[in-house]
């Protein structure tokens, strides 16, 4: 079993790069998967297998991961990109999402 | 494109069981390269994961909820459903179905969901 630690809420300025942190030991060693929930809607896949972009996902959407930590970066944020985030990984079969970031477009 | 709509009772009493069924439309069930989940959202929390099942009926379970849980499918009806034993007010939640895409080389991922449904558990 193992955790993932994201920062609670992450501000960014319209047109600047948003960049969101997930943390866990060894994370580079496992696959991460992003997902956008923005308010009163379900969630939606962003990112999958680390940095792919799942079909109509903008492409200022990218994602890394590497050591303990894995990356979710918004390129041009806009306003419509304020939302929750969320990171996951897999333990075995056991999803395990990381705490959820909130990012606001100032 | 796949659809997934979660319908079941919003109301439980604590000790009661909750149940919810998950409608697939736009696909089969039975696409061999996917699996069906739940997953749970607290009001105001984050995501947890309850479980998944394949078409075949094999089931794999949070160990978190390991011994309240049951999820099964039915091919015929292209659904899948939720049995949460023995709830309580920590299990009011709003829950979301959804589709698991699976790799063989790993790194499997979740999409689409359904839209959730509110699930509170009160007396």
């Known amino acids: 079993s193992f955790d993932l630690t994201q920062p609670p809420s992450v501000s960014v300025s319209p047109g600047q790069t948003a960049s969101i942190t997930c943390s866990g030991d060894?994370?580079?060693?496992?696959?991460v998967c992003w997902y956008q929930q923005k308010a009163g809607q379900s969630p939606v896949l962003v990112i999958y297998q680390d940095n792919k972009r799942p079909s109509g996902i903008p492409e200022r959407f990218s994602g890394s991961n590497s050591g303990n930590t894995a990356t979710l970066t918004i390129s041009g944020t806009q306003a419509l990109d304020e939302a929750d985030y969320y990171c996951?990984?897999?333990?075995?079969?056991?999803?395990?999402f990381g705490g959820g970031t909130k990012l606001t477009v100032l | 494109q796949v659809q997934l709509q979660e319908s079941g009772s919003g109301l439980v009493k604590p000790s009661q069981t909750l149940s919810l069924t998950c409608a697939v439309s736009?696909?089969?069930?039975?696409?061999?390269?996917?699996?069906w989940c739940w997953i749970r959202q607290p009001p105001g929390k984050g995501l947890e994961w309850i479980g998944y099942?394949?078409?075949?009926?094999?089931?794999y379970y949070s160990p978190s909820l390991q011994s309240r849980v049951t999820i099964s499918i039915d091919t015929s009806k292209n659904q899948f459903s939720l049995r949460l034993t023995s709830v309580s007010a920590a299990d009011t939640a709003t829950y979301f179905c959804?589709?698991?895409?699976?790799?063989?080389?790993?790194?499997?991922?979740?999409?689409?969901w359904g839209q959730g449904a509110l699930v509170t558990v009160s007396s």
């Open positions: 959804a589709r698991k895409h699976t790799e063989a080389a790993g790194g499997d991922w979740v999409d689409p």
């Open positions: 099942i394949y078409h075949t009926g094999r089931t």
């Open positions: 736009g696909g089969s069930i039975t696409s061999g390269d996917y699996s």
């Open positions: 060894n994370l580079g060693d496992e696959y």
């Open positions: 996951q990984a897999w333990d075995t079969t056991t999803a395990v």
